[in-house]
């Protein structure tokens, strides 16, 4: 499975934008990249999936390199309620059937007010 | 819809014992996967299910787990006997289909210690 790569731990100070990195060098052309985060003591939440092309939401915006080969989550501004750990997670599924969402450490953001 | 429902949310139970963990899914869900989570490896999948049908097992770390779906409402899993090493956060989370844009929803998690 393609794997990513992403800092341990950010910073960011409140109602600033926040730009999280992920790696992930050995994508497939049939890799989604899957955005989710964890807030303390809360299962994971979804935040955004995009192929190639950038994408936007309510929650954020993703950042797709144009090798693929890496991508940014983008906070615009930063809440002390995004503070939480976020995973970039590659989801090509496998047969035509959902795949192994495998989870790395991910990026603990700390938001300070 | 509530979401993915998990109980009991906090579980402590003594070494051998039996413990059974349970889910309800999203109404429509047609999967449902099981992870657990610690601090040493972090969100692992231990098993998911299609249609009330288990598609991979390969992460259920050794026989005395099992997971069962008897219907498209209902899982549990089972962990017989308990060692300390199975104290984890356990999450049930449940998707509409079975391609990679789908987006899985996570329940509260269960919080298991075993002493």
């Known amino acids: 499975d393609a794997k990513t790569t992403q800092p341990n731990s950010m910073e960011s100070n409140e109602e600033e934008p926040v730009h999280l990195p992920c790696n992930h060098s050995?994508?497939?052309?049939?890799?989604?990249i899957h955005w989710y985060r964890q807030l303390p003591s809360q299962g994971p939440e979804y935040v955004i999936h995009g192929l190639t092309s950038n994408v936007n939401n309510r929650m954020a915006s993703l950042a797709i390199a144009e090798d693929r080969k890496s991508s940014t989550l983008i906070l615009h501004r930063a809440t002390l309620r995004d503070a939480a750990v976020y995973y970039c997670i590659l989801d090509g599924g496998y047969g035509g059937s959902q795949g192994n969402l495998i989870f790395g450490k991910g990026t603990k953001l700390s938001v300070k007010p | 819809d509530a979401g993915v429902i998990q109980s009991p949310r906090h579980e402590v139970t003594e070494m051998g014992q039996e413990v059974t963990l349970r889910c309800k899914p999203i109404?429509?869900?047609?999967?449902l996967f099981w992870y657990r989570q610690t601090m040493m490896r972090g969100l692992e999948l231990l098993i998911y299910?299609?249609?009330?049908?288990?598609?991979?097992d390969s992460g259920m770390p050794e026989d005395r787990f099992s997971a069962k779906m008897p219907n498209a409402s209902f899982s549990t899993l089972k962990i017989q006997p308990s060692e300390p090493r199975d104290s984890a956060v356990y999450f049930c989370?449940?998707?509409?289909?079975?391609?990679?844009?789908?987006?899985?929803?996570f329940g509260p998690g269960t919080r298991l210690t075993v002493l």
């Open positions: 050995t994508i497939s052309g049939t890799d989604y």
């Open positions: 109404s429509g869900h047609d999967y």
């Open positions: 989370a449940s998707s509409l289909a079975g391609d990679s844009t789908d987006t899985q929803y």
């Open positions: 299910f299609n249609n009330n049908v288990p598609i991979d």
